[in-house]
Every structure is written in C-alpha cells, then in structure tokens.
C-alpha cells in the first residue's frame, strides 16, 4: 500500500529529502565511505586501547559484583585489533576485506554503543558509566553515518539499555539515580538533533562541492571542445556561432524600459556560401522580476583574444549569465533579493568561474539592472568602456571610473560598487566594447594603422546620429573602420515622471518644519485631503514628520513608500533602516530587524566603507545573534575610524 503524496512531501519536508539527496545518493554515499576510510587506521589503534584501563583496573574496583564487564570491554579491543589487522592484510595484499568504508564503522560503533548501553543499563545506578553512556552517544554525531544509520543505532541502543534495567533491575529510586536517567534522555535527543544538523551540514557541503566541481568540469569540458575547434576552419567557426547565439537573448518585453542591440563581430567567414561572423563580444538581455518589481537585466561584455579564443571567452560568460538568470527565475529565494545583492551575486557567480582558467581568459563587462517603473539603472562597470547618458540632445559619461579588475584576475578581494543612475523619460543609456573607440582612421602602404584615440569621439557620434542605434554605427563607419569587435546596447525609459513635491502644502509644511513647528507642519497634511502617493519628496518630509512626533511606525511606512518611489536615494535608504531598527526596539518584532537588515546591506553595497552604516549594520546583527558577522563589520568600521567612540562601544558590547 503506497502512502499518499501528501505525506510523502510532509516526510520529505521533515527529513530533509530533497531533489538533491535523491538524485545524487549514490556519489554522496561514496563521499561517505571515503571519509570513513581516513578514520580506519586511526579508529582501530584508539578502540584497542580506549577500554584497556577500565576493564583491567577501573571496573574491578568500581563493580566487583558485575565481572562480565570484562568481556564488554576487552570485546571492543579484540574487535579493533580484528579491523587492524585486516587493514594491514587489506594494504599489503590487496584485498577487500575492510570493505569501501561505512562497513567498518557500522560493525565497531553498533558493538560501542549497543555495548555499552547494555552493560549501562545493568549499572544504571551509578552516574559515573551513565555519563560514560552519554559521552559514546555524543561521539557517534560526528561520525560519517547517514541518517538512517544514525538514527537506527540510537533506537537500538535505547533498547539494549532498556533490556539491560529490566533484567538486572538496577535502583532507580534515588534523586541521584533520576537525575542521570534525565542527563541521558538529554543526551540522546541532543545527539538526534545534533546528528541530522551536523549530517545536513555535511551534505550541503558535499553538495556545493560537487556541484561546483561537476560545472567546472563541463566549462573544462567545453573549453577543451573551444580548443579543438580553434584548429579548424570555416566549418568549426560556424559551430562556435551556433552554440554562441542562442546565449544572446534579444528580445524583450514591451513597456516602459526598451532595449536594442548592435553586434558587429570582427571576424568573418564564408561556410556554404553564407557570411558568419564571430569574436568575443557579448550582449544579452532578460525580463527578471526581483522582490516583485520588474526590472530589465542586461550585461555586455568583451572577452579577451580574437576570433575563437574571444568567441570561448564569450561562450561561458554566456553560459554563467544565462544560468544565473534561469536560477533567478526559478528560485524563489533568488527572486528575493535586491537588485544590489542579485548584482553582487551575479558578478560572484562569473568571478569564481573565470578564475578557474588562472588569468588565461579575462573579460571586462557591465552588468546591470533597469527598474521598470521608476527608471532606476543599477550597474557594476567590470573595467569596460564607460557608459554614455544622451539627454536633450547631449551625450556625456556616466560615473567615469571603474571599481573592479576584470573578470577572471585571481587573488583581488575588492569591495563591490553598485552604482545607481535615475533616468528620465527620453533619456538613453549605451552601453558598448571598446571596439566602438578603436577605429582605424588611417592604414599606411606598409601596414601600419593610426587608431583613434579621443574617447569623445563615440559622443559626437551619438549626438549627430540623435540617439539612433543604427545610424551611430553608421556614422562610425564613416570616420573610420572596426579594428576589433564592435558590440552597442541601448536602454532607453520612456515612462512616467512623479511629482516634485513643490506645491503649496508641500512648501507650507517644509517652512514650518525648518521653523522647528514639526505639530504644525503634520497639520498640513492631516487637514489634506490630496493623495501624496506619487511624491518622494512630500513622502520623505513627511515620515520626517512623523518621527519627530514619535510614530516611528507611520515613519517607516512612508519613508518606504519614498524609497519605492525613489530608490536612487541612498540617505534615504539608510534612514528607513534605522527607522526600521527603532521600530523593532519598540515592538521586538523580528521581521524589522530583517527589513532593517536588508535595507543596510543595500546601502553597504552602494558605499562599503560608510562608517556609520557599518556600525549600524553591525549593531543589527548584533541584536540578531549572528555576533561573527557583527564582529567583521565593527572591525571593518575600525579600520576606517579607528578612534570613533560609537565604534568603540559597540566592539565592546560585542566581545562580552
């Protein structure tokens, strides 16, 4: 009789059965017996003599009346010099007699425990082998054993204990005697609990291991395959250009936020009498929904070498950001998060992969996310060409500079800089490879070519062709020709602009409130009837308001409602994590502490050395337990002000 799926899927849940564990049983029970194989040797030389002084000294004097503690334990020494020895044979002559590992340890730890729960239960009234008891119960946790395993030795080993009290029917009676038997009931749901933890841990583990060694094997894999082709001709150019293109996701939604691309490889090449081309330029755009918003995920990127070696670059940024993107959209947990943590894991994700290739395969790209409703570009510039704002009819760098080493330089543990940049409606973002400024302005007779070198000169460009993708490489191509690959994105925000807050209640209240008659100025709008919803800054004055009257909670609600509005604006950003953390001082309630969490990490994605956001983000794990994390962050805060008095403080209140 088969159970019923719902109580299948209740066991799963309770157990921890998961995907994982079933698919990949059989490779984690060999990880088992491998780390079971490094405690033979070891095991056997303690069981031989772990139990030689109780049972030719210990036990005769403490249990005169109970001789057959003897066998017990002189039982465990026969069978650890048994297992030795047939080590010994096992390495010189090539048996298999220890088996692959797990055996071992089933055969000594059922005779430890089932043994000394037994001979336990005969002597239950001395505190001393119950506490012996509970010592071989705890050890048992750290042992390779599947749950199964661990769960099953702990029932019988309750069992022999239990037999052991009802034939030899030790006194139980005394406060002593119930005081153990409560130590060891104790002990028993400790190990249980602590067992399936520690097994959990041992599995993610093993999992995360393999799963990363498994990917690195398939990019090896399809790297060796990238080489291969490189020695071929035109058929094998065509191959790579079938397996790079359906990485390169062009087509989006319509709305607010629209994406266009431009992609001009610098090599060509004929097959069947068809041109193809190929180089190490990417670009790639996705619909991501994250916490409920929708956003517009983009990268463009540039790996390092010409023709195939580019092209294999290309292939696996495209292979790690496509996977990135399915997992976000498929995991509930990764559409959770932010668009400066989704950002930060992102870049951490193509980071650990391309340093696998030790600094062989580099990429430069950008990554970034465009909010939907609000226009809200967020980017990491992975030392590639700067990004250009058209507006009005002007084209400029955005935040010319750049935070990190390109993908794939090992060794660098550089903070992450998201940035962030409000577009208007109108305005156009471009984002390109250096193959846009490289041009070929003049090639002499014997070769050698003048290559533009005016980073202004892609501006002109896009000014004169008024923001059109097309007509700019056009435009390009009249100056000039491509010396490498040319790769162009373009974002542009056409949605809806919100209010300003520059009406007159919004200047009524702002002058009472620089007057410092804050009951005046929430007057203003608890006499309104006008809806403020769409206005970040009458949003802001008034959760500023509503502070200083003391409703830290009406506070919060309107300085998120701002935020929503307004996400570009960091200082508000904090505020409402520090108003979230006043809240929960108030309600104890945990799930401001997390809101207060998450809205600091935020912001120590945008800035990582603001101190006194890391002495707040600090405090926050602090007051959640997690005093590691608290400890770095109020480290990382003395490093950067190593006098301040709050930073002081708080290093205190975290070390006692």
Request: proline fraction near 4%; charge should be negative; include cysteine.
């Given at each position: 009789m088969s159970l019923p799926n719902s109580f299948k899927r209740y066991l799963r849940l309770i157990f921890d059965i998961n995907e994982d564990r079933i698919r990949h049983e059989k490779e984690y029970m060999d990880d088992l017996h491998r780390q079971?194989?490094?405690?033979?040797?070891?095991?056997?030389?303690?069981?031989?003599?772990?139990?030689?002084?109780?049972?030719?000294?210990?036990?005769?004097?403490?249990?005169?009346?109970?001789?057959?503690?003897?066998?017990?334990?002189?039982?465990?020494?026969?069978?650890?010099?048994?297992?030795?020895?047939?080590?010994?044979?096992?390495?010189?002559?090539?048996?298999?007699?220890?088996?692959?590992?797990?055996?071992?340890?089933?055969?000594?730890?059922?005779?430890?425990?089932?043994?000394?729960?037994?001979?336990?239960?005969?002597?239950?009234?001395?505190?001393?082998?119950?506490?012996?008891?509970?010592?071989?119960?705890?050890?048992?946790?750290?042992?390779?054993?599947?749950?199964?395993?661990?769960?099953?030795?702990?029932?019988?080993?309750?069992?022999?204990?239990?037999?052991?009290?009802?034939?030899?029917?030790?006194?139980?009676?005394?406060?002593?005697?119930?005081?153990?038997?409560?130590?060891l009931a104790i002990s028993y749901v400790l190990a249980a609990f602590s067992g399936f933890i520690v097994e959990r841990y041992r599995f993610s583990n093993f999992i995360s291991h393999f799963k990363i060694l498994e990917k690195n094997r398939e990019i090896s894999e399809n790297m060796e395959q990238i080489q291969n082709l490189k020695e071929k001709q035109d058929g094998d150019y065509f191959l790579t250009s079938l397996l790079l293109d359906p990485l390169i996701a062009k087509k989006t939604e319509n709305g607010p936020v629209k994406i266009d691309f431009a992609l001009n490889q610098y090599k060509k090449f004929m097959f069947r009498e068809k041109e193809y081309e190929l180089g190490g330029d990417y670009l790639s755009a996705?619909?991501?929904?994250?916490?409920?918003?929708?956003?517009?995920?983009?990268?463009?990127?540039?790996?390092?070498?010409?023709?195939?070696?580019?092209?294999?670059?290309?292939?696996?940024?495209?292979?790690?950001?496509?996977?990135?993107?399915?997992?976000?959209?498929?995991?509930?947990?990764?559409?959770?998060?932010?668009?400066?943590?989704?950002?930060?894991?992102?870049?951490?994700?193509?980071?650990?992969?391309?340093?696998?290739?030790?600094?062989?395969?580099?990429?430069?790209?950008?990554?970034?996310?465009?909010?939907?409703?609000?226009?809200?570009?967020?980017?990491?510039?992975?030392?590639?060409?700067?990004?250009?704002?058209?507006?009005?009819?002007?084209?400029?760098?955005?935040?010319?500079?750049?935070?990190?080493?390109?993908?794939?330089?090992?060794?660098?543990?550089?903070?992450?800089?998201?940035?962030?940049?409000?577009?208007?409606?109108?305005?156009?973002?471009?984002?390109?490879?250096?193959?846009?400024?490289?041009?070929?302005?003049?090639?002499?007779?014997?070769?050698?070519?003048?290559?533009?070198?005016?980073e202004t000169e892609f501006l002109r460009r896009v000014e004169e062709a008024k923001g059109e993708l097309s007509e700019i490489e056009n435009l390009l191509l009249s100056v000039g020709s491509f010396s490498d690959d040319y790769s162009l994105l373009s974002i542009e925000y056409n949605g809806k602009t919100f209010k300003s807050g520059t009406g007159d209640r919004f200047s009524r209240a702002k002058r009472a409130a620089l007057s410092k008659d804050f009951a005046g100025a929430l007057k203003e709008y608890e006499n309104s009837e006008n809806e403020i919803s769409d206005s970040p800054e009458e949003l802001k004055l008034l959760a500023r308001l509503l502070e200083k009257s003391g409703d830290i909670g009406g506070a919060l609600e309107n300085a998120n409602r701002a935020l929503y509005l307004d996400p570009v604006d960091h200082e508000l950003l904090l505020y409402s994590s520090l108003l979230a953390k006043r809240e929960y001082s108030k309600t104890k309630n945990s799930d401001l502490l997390k809101k207060a969490e998450e809205s600091s990490e935020r912001f120590r994605l945008r800035f990582p050395n603001h101190v006194k956001n890391l002495i707040h983000l600090a405090d926050i794990y602090r007051l959640q337990g997690n005093r590691s994390r608290a400890k770095y962050l109020i480290e990382r805060a003395a490093e950067l002000e190593p006098n301040n008095e709050r930073v002081l403080e708080l290093q205190k209140l975290i070390s006692s």
């Open positions: 079971a194989r490094f405690l033979h040797y070891p095991g056997s030389i303690i069981g031989i003599f772990v139990w030689l002084g109780f049972a030719l000294d210990t036990d005769r004097k403490l249990h005169p009346e109970f001789p057959e503690l003897f066998y017990f334990r002189i039982g465990l020494t026969l069978l650890s010099l048994f297992f030795l020895v047939a080590l010994v044979i096992d390495r010189f002559f090539g048996t298999k007699i220890r088996g692959k590992g797990l055996e071992w340890a089933y055969i000594l730890f059922l005779y430890i425990l089932n043994a000394t729960a037994f001979f336990t239960g005969r002597i239950a009234d001395d505190p001393n082998y119950v506490s012996g008891l509970q010592i071989v119960v705890m050890s048992i946790v750290f042992m390779p054993f599947p749950r199964k395993f661990l769960f099953s030795v702990y029932a019988l080993s309750i069992a022999a204990f239990l037999c052991g009290v009802l034939i030899y029917h030790p006194n139980l009676s005394t406060d002593q005697a119930s005081y153990s038997m409560q130590n996705y619909d991501l929904t994250l916490q409920g918003k929708k956003f517009k995920a983009f990268i463009n990127g540039d790996a390092m070498g010409k023709s195939i070696q580019g092209a294999g670059g290309a292939l696996v940024l495209g292979a790690v950001y496509n996977s990135v993107i399915i997992r976000s959209k498929m995991d509930p947990d990764s559409a959770d998060r932010s668009p400066e943590r989704w950002l930060k894991d992102c870049f951490t994700d193509l980071q650990k992969v391309f340093e696998t290739f030790d600094g062989s395969m580099l990429v430069s790209a950008v990554l970034g996310l465009v909010e939907e409703e609000t226009g809200t570009l967020y980017y990491l510039n992975i030392e590639h060409p700067w990004l250009i704002l058209f507006r009005d009819g002007k084209a400029s760098f955005i935040d010319p500079e750049t935070h990190f080493y390109k993908l794939g330089v090992g060794g660098i543990n550089a903070q992450v800089y998201v940035r962030l940049f409000q577009m208007k409606p109108g305005d156009r973002i471009f984002c390109g490879s250096d193959g846009k400024d490289d041009l070929i302005l003049d090639e002499s007779a014997d070769g050698k070519r003048k290559i533009n070198e005016d």
